[in-house]
């Protein structure tokens, strides 16, 4: 069986278009840097946090700021936290730059905001306890 020469030309320039597409998404311009994605939100999330008010539903909250970053729940209540300020170490989220980097917002088990910001966040944590579920 003999194959058409033109086919074969247009076969193989399908398959270096459909290789340099998906290779494409490998290169986006970031790097190596896993938070680049994250940082580029942190002014975006500075700006809308400034109109965050106790009493707000996480509807509200959802609405003004989008998805938390981190998501932590306790039997009195819940925390998310979105990124303020931007690197950050590579690692664990329990490292500290988790605590510099991130903003976080106290909700209680209602779902309504009481608190934000770390020393509201610590402070809640010391006066009715870390207990997670």
Same mark, same amino acid.
């Given at each position: 069986?003999?194959?058409?020469?033109?086919?074969?030309?247009?076969?193989?320039?399908?398959?270096?278009a459909?290789t340099?597409?998906?290779?494409?998404?490998?290169?986006?311009g970031?790097?190596?840097?896993? *938070?680049?994605?994250?940082?580029?939100?942190?002014e975006?999330?500075?700006?809308?946090?400034?109109?965050?008010?106790?009493?707000? &539903?996480?509807?509200q909250?959802?609405?003004?700021?989008?998805?938390?970053?981190?998501?932590?729940?306790?039997?009195?209540?819940?925390?998310?936290? *979105?990124?303020?300020?931007?690197?950050?170490?590579?690692?664990?989220?329990?490292?500290?730059?988790?605590?510099?980097? *991130?903003?976080?917002?106290?909700?209680?088990n209602?779902?309504?905001v009481?608190g *934000?910001?770390?020393?509201?966040?610590?402070? &809640?944590?010391?006066?009715?306890?870390?207990?997670?579920?």
């Amino acid at each position: 069986m003999k194959i058409n020469p033109l086919f074969s030309i247009v076969l193989f320039k399908i398959l270096i278009a459909l290789t340099a597409v998906s290779l494409s998404g490998c290169f986006g311009g970031r790097g190596s840097n896993p *938070y680049s994605e994250v940082d580029a939100k942190v002014e975006d999330n500075t700006k809308n946090l400034m109109s965050l008010a106790v009493g707000m &539903t996480k509807g509200q909250v959802y609405e003004l700021v989008g998805i938390a970053n981190i998501v932590e729940g306790y039997d009195w209540g819940s925390v998310w936290k *979105y990124k303020t300020r931007k690197g950050g170490g590579q690692g664990t989220l329990a490292d500290k730059s988790v605590d510099q980097t *991130y903003t976080p917002v106290v909700f209680d088990n209602t779902d309504r905001v009481i608190g *934000y910001g770390d020393k509201f966040y610590v402070q &809640t944590l010391s006066d009715l306890g870390a207990g997670q579920f």
